[in-house]
Structure formats: C-alpha cells, structure tokens
C-alpha cells in the first residue's frame, strides 16, 4: 500500500516536472505566436459556415513546411481545438451545424437564442468546454506515459495488430456503413502504396510519372477529399444565415447562479463520457456528443425539456466534445494511432517534419509532446479570451456570404499544393483526386478512412513485412504473440459486432453507441462534413422534438 | 431483378470497388510478390486488391438483397454549371500559371469559381478575383517568397500562350 502512494507520488511529481518543461517550450515567443495563429484561425473557421477544420488544416500544412516543428504541430492542433469553440457559436445562434460534433448543440441551444437566451447558452459553453478540455488534457498527461512504456514493448508483430485494429476501429466505427468505411480505409492503404518500396526502390502503380515515385502527396489528398470535393457539395446549398437573433453582447454572456447549477452535473457527466469516447479509436467528438446528450436526456428528470431550451442539452455535448477532441490526441501522439482525419493530418504534418510518430517520440521529442500539452491550456485559456469579449466580432463574421469564400479557397488550394514542390503536377493531382472524392461522396462513400488508410499504410506493411520475416513467414506469429494476440481478437470482436448488430436489426446503422433518434439527427449532417443546410438542420431536430 | 439492381446506389458503389480491386490485382501481378517470409513489392497490394474485390462484392450483395424504391445517385438539384466552374478552376490555374505567372493564374483560378454561385454576377466575380489577387501576390510572392514568376517575362506575347495552336 505505502508503494503504491509512492509510486503514485512519482509519477505525479514527474508529471509537474514534464509540465513545467512543456510550459517553458510553449511560452517561448515565437512557439506563443504560432499557438495563437492556429486558435484564432481555428476559432474563425469555425464560425464561418461551410469551412470544417480539415479543410482550413490542409490548406495550412505547406505554410508549416519552412517552420519549426514545434511551432507548427502547435498551430495545427490549434485550429483543430479553436475550431470547436467556433462551431458551438455557428450552432447556437444560427441553428446550423456547421461541424457535426456541435449538431446536437443546435437540439437544445437554437431554441435558448429563440428566448432571448442566447447570450446565457454561450456562456455555459464557454464553460463547459473549458472543463471538458482541462479534464482531457490532465488524461492525456497522466495517460500518456503509461501507454508508451507499455508500447515500447511492441515488437512489429504488436504494432502491425495494433494498427490494424485502429484501422478497423476508425473506418467501422465512425458514421456511416462499416463495409464502406473498411473499403475507404484499403482505398487508403492502397493509395499509401503509390511510390516507390521501402525495401526495393522500385516504382510501384506510378505509371511511369517520375512524378509520382515519392508518392501522392498527403496536401493534395487532403485537399482534393476535404477541399474539391467539399465545396462541390457545398456550392449553392447554403443558402445566406437568418441572423435574426445573433444580437449578442458580452453582458448577455454571464450565466445565472441557477444555470450554473442545473449545467454543472451535465457538464460534469458529458466530460467522462468524452473522454472515454477518445480512448476508443474512431469514436471521436462526434459520437461523443450524441452519447452524451442521449444519456442527459435519459436520466434527466424532466425529459420533455429537452429540445425545448434546456440548459443541460448544451453543457453536456459541448464538455464531452472538447474533453474527446483533447483524448483524441492520446493514441496519436503516444502510440502514433490517429483516430480521425484531422489527427492523420497532423502525423502526416509530423512525418513531413522528418519526425517518425510512435511511442519513442516522447522520449525522443519531449519539445514536441510536452509543448504540445502545455499549449492546449495556453490556447484554451486563449479561446476564452478570444471568445467572450469578442464575440461580437464572430457574430458579424458568420455573414461573409459562402459565394465569396468558397472560391477564395480554391486559391488556397491551387497555390498551397504548388507551393508543396513548386510544381504544376500538384495542382493536377488535387483535381483528379478531388473529381473522385465527389463521386465516392456520391456512392456513399465518407472520405476520412481513406486518410487514416494513408498515413498508416507505409507503416503498416513494413511492420507487416518485418513481423514475417522474424517469424519466418509463419503467419502464426500474429496469433502466438500474447499482447497481439488480444489485438486480433479485439479486431475480430469488432468484426462479429458489426455483423450482430446488422442481422439483428437490418435496416440498423452500424453505430451501436448511439440511440436511433439522435442517430437520425447525426445523419442529416453528413454528407458534408463541415456544413448542412438549413433544411437538414429542421429533419434534425424534428425526430427530438416530436 | 436486375432492373431493380441498376436503381441501387450500392450496386454502382460495389461495381467501382470491385473494379478497382481487380485493377490493382492486375498491376501488382507486374511486380515481385515473393515469399510470405520475403515479401516482394507486389505482395502487399495484391492481398489489399482482393480485400477490395471482395468487400466490393459484399456491397453489391447487400444490395441484390435488400427490398426498397429507387435510390438517387446524383443529388436532388445537379449543379452541373457550379461543378464545372469549380473543377475549371485548377485547370485554368495550372494553364495561367505556366504560361502567365502567379498573378493571372490567380484571377483566372477565383474568377471562374465565382461564376459558380447561382447568384454571381460578372462584376462581383471580377472583385473578388481582383481582391484575392492583391492579396495573394502579397502574401505568397512577398512574404512567403514562393518561387513562382508573378508575370511571366512575355505573358503579353499571343505566341507565348496560344503558340501551340496550329493557325
């Protein structure tokens, strides 16, 4: 017992030491300025309807070529988390759920800006967030660590099982069919082939372009899926935002004692919950938010407020939506296992750096992860700056009219993927790819497996390759190796769910985390990723409310 | 049945994956694919081909399967006029651009997305383009410093741009 309080007194201490560490590397002016950059461009994005944060992330990965590696995973992990602080602002006071984890704020924090109230579900989400994000990064302080020393264990067998089932996790999952996500996610692996062989050298599905021998550049993958395709879902289906009761001022703003008091459970509720989504690789923020509301109105006592203003239908989504995007980092920064898109994106930005993601980056790059967390409470603390003096500001830049910023983004598009090698062929390769994104999105397709897919896939088949050469092209290395062999089970449990859940209720749809009814709100939202028009916003609500 | 099939989202959706499955069977047959122990460069997309081949095949089934009304491919209101604007948009900035420099291939690029929106005007495309131009000139040529011609030397010479039409 004593032992145990020792052990557990160190860890602590090392924990603050390593703080104090990330503190002192992220306060550094030039890393500050760049943290900055990234929440306030975040923060903006997510205001702006019909622009997600993967688009706006893709765009900004070439700037991040010149800098320092610190500075840019700091930006980049700023827009992400600034962008959730924006889109809960696009919710509330326009009904429209400009990115999904914010869809089901719009449930509840529409009809609060319908009273007059606005201003109040604003400030609990302010709040709200903020607690969701500390308890998520106070996971990933004390969580972290442990998951390394447990992984650089791993031998290829172990990685290669591990990857796997973050694979399947992240494409079965997330929203939509798990047999199409699994077909995005091979579609990725594939695509993560083109190039020349880690081992060989020889060019393989390059059809003799020199071009394509480094393979297919991750900005103009990212780019044509998140970028083209996007807003040619997107171009005339956002009608001009009715800002009738956008009128906010900072004032407004301060929630009553007795907000305070019915959100604090919910809030409370909805950052465990996030946070245990984020461990699951795949269920990011988005379910995390609707498992979060279901569960609220659930055990509430007065169920039929719900939909109608109640205060606990905003805290609890927006807490568990922030304490997940901060748990999502977990597995991408320890294990090198991104969860979404947007944490592929930000390993592709590492690999770019020249730095190899996996559990030895703690050790080998404390600059970068305890930077990295340390600049989480710097921008949080940022964002609420920047969100409660200023909300003024957000409120006028939700009218920029979609005409005007979605051609101006083809311009970043065109210039940010020349800019990667200076050279036309990039701008070639995003259109070709953004042509076959939009028609994937039209076969009911969803694009991000198809990222996951890509960023691991070079890393898989070698750890693939490796794995059977030790074992001597025994397959059964897989299964005889203990901690791998969970991971292939775990794969396989997924699997047969899947497939339960599907013969049991055929027209189901997959996700069996999250009740019907909110998973019928959840599908208005999508295909697009980061926008839906007004129409879906009305089905959306009308399940609930009805 | 067949009928019915051609109506099924899921049925073009399986056709493309097991299409692209068996071309990449097809292309990786071309490379070494070696042992189990020592994998050639083929091995890897050859088993990641015909996972797709056979999960294109399982979209298709389920929807040979399942009962149900029509489906709609393309979207209730086709914007082909907007699609078209917006894929121009990198074709005319990778044509500006290597016969003109950044500062047409810009307009050209913003401009003619523009022109996509049902409600743009000449004018408020012709702004815009000229709004993103200066602004992107500034940042990417002066600040970021890309090397990337603003004009081409002889952007005003007719050969330069349409030398290779055969008049």
Not at chain 2, 49 to 62: A, C, D
Request: glycine share 12%; aromatic share 10%; charged share 10%.
């Amino acid at each position: 017992m004593v032992q145990l309080v020792w052990l557990g007194a160190a860890v602590i201490s090392t924990a603050f030491t390593d703080l104090y560490y990330g503190f002192g590397v992220a306060l550094e002016p030039h890393n500050l300025l760049w943290c900055f950059v990234g929440v306030l461009i975040g923060n903006m994005v997510g205001v702006l309807p019909g622009m997600g944060p993967l688009a706006t992330i893709s765009i900004l990965l070439p700037l991040t070529f010149g800098m320092k590696p610190v500075a840019a995973i700091l930006m980049i992990a700023g827009v992400y988390y600034g962008a959730q602080y924006g889109g809960a602002i696009c919710s509330i006071l326009l009904n429209l759920p400009c990115h999904p984890p914010h869809a089901v704020t719009c449930l509840d924090g529409f009809p609060l800006t319908q009273q007059g109230k606005g201003g109040t579900a604003l400030g609990i989400t302010v709040i709200a967030s903020f607690v969701g994000a500390s308890w998520g990064i106070t996971e990933m302080i004390f969580l972290s660590p442990l998951l390394v020393r447990a992984a650089l264990q791993f031998g290829p067998a172990e990685v290669c099982s591990l990857m796997l089932l973050g694979l399947l996790a992240g494409s079965t999952l997330a929203r939509g069919s798990p047999v199409k996500g699994v077909a995005m996610t091979v579609l990725g692996l594939l695509i993560g082939i083109v190039g020349s062989d880690i081992e060989t050298g020889s060019p393989r599905f390059t059809f003799g372009l020199p071009q394509l021998d480094d393979g297919i550049e991750i900005v103009a993958l990212a780019l044509g899926l998140f970028g083209i395709a996007e807003f040619m879902s997107s171009v005339n289906k956002i009608s001009d935002v009715n800002t009738k009761y956008s009128n906010v001022r900072l004032r407004d703003m301060r929630p009553s004692k007795e907000d305070l008091k019915k959100a604090a459970m919910p809030m409370l509720r909805g950052t465990i919950i996030g946070s245990l989504c984020a461990l699951i690789p795949g269920t990011g923020p988005t379910i995390a938010s609707f498992v979060s509301y279901a569960t609220e109105k659930k055990i509430s006592k007065t169920p039929e407020r719900f939909g109608h203003g109640a205060i606990e239908g905003v805290a609890c989504p927006e807490a568990s939506t922030h304490s997940s995007v901060q748990g999502d980092f977990i597995p991408t920064m320890s294990l090198g296992i991104p969860g979404d898109a947007v944490m592929a994106l930000l390993l592709g930005a590492l690999i770019i750096q020249g730095i190899v993601p996996g559990p030895q980056l703690i050790s080998e790059h404390p600059d970068i992860f305890w930077g990295l967390i340390a600049s989480f409470w710097i921008g949080n603390i940022l964002l609420v700056i920047l969100n409660v003096p200023m909300i003024g500001l957000w409120v006028k830049l939700l009218m920029i009219p979609y005409k005007y910023l979605y051609p101006s983004a083809m311009f970043f598009v065109c210039i940010g993927v020349y800019s990667t090698n200076n050279d036309m062929f990039q701008v070639g390769e995003v259109l070709v790819i953004g042509i076959a994104g939009y028609i994937l999105n039209m076969l009911g397709f969803h694009p991000a497996p198809i990222l996951l897919g890509f960023v691991l896939g070079p890393r898989f088949e070698e750890n693939f390759r490796r794995a059977l050469l030790i074992s001597r092209g025994d397959l059964m290395v897989f299964l005889e190796r203990p901690i791998s062999a969970v991971f292939v089970i775990l794969c396989a449990v997924l699997i047969l769910g899947q497939i339960y859940v599907r013969l049991r209720k055929p027209k189901g749809n997959g996700s069996p985390l999250v009740p019907p009814e909110i998973l019928l709100a959840a599908q208005s939202t999508h295909p697009g990723t980061a926008h839906a028009p007004h129409e879906a916003t009305a089905q959306a609500r009308s399940p609930v409310t009805s | 049945m067949l009928r019915t099939l051609v109506h099924k989202r899921d049925f073009y959706a399986g056709g493309v994956m097991i299409l692209m499955g068996c071309g990449v069977v097809l292309q990786a047959r071309s490379y070494n694919a070696g042992t189990l122990m020592h994998m050639g460069p083929g091995f890897f997309p050859l088993i990641l081909g015909v996972i797709l081949t056979l999960l294109g095949m399982l979209i298709l089934g389920t929807a040979a399967v399942s009962g149900g009304d029509r489906e709609r491919i393309l979207p209730e209101q086709p914007e082909w006029w907007a699609w078209t604007c917006i894929l121009a948009s990198p074709v005319l900035f990778i044509f500006c651009g290597i016969h003109g420099g950044m500062a047409p291939a810009t307009f050209a690029c913003v401009f003619i997305a523009a022109l996509g929106d049902r409600n743009a005007t000449f004018k408020g495309a012709f702004l815009l383009a000229l709004g993103v131009t200066t602004f992107g000139v500034l940042l990417f040529a002066y600040v970021l410093k890309i090397p990337f011609q603003i004009f081409k030397p002889d952007v005003l010479e007719w050969s330069n741009w349409f030398g290779w039409v055969p008049l």
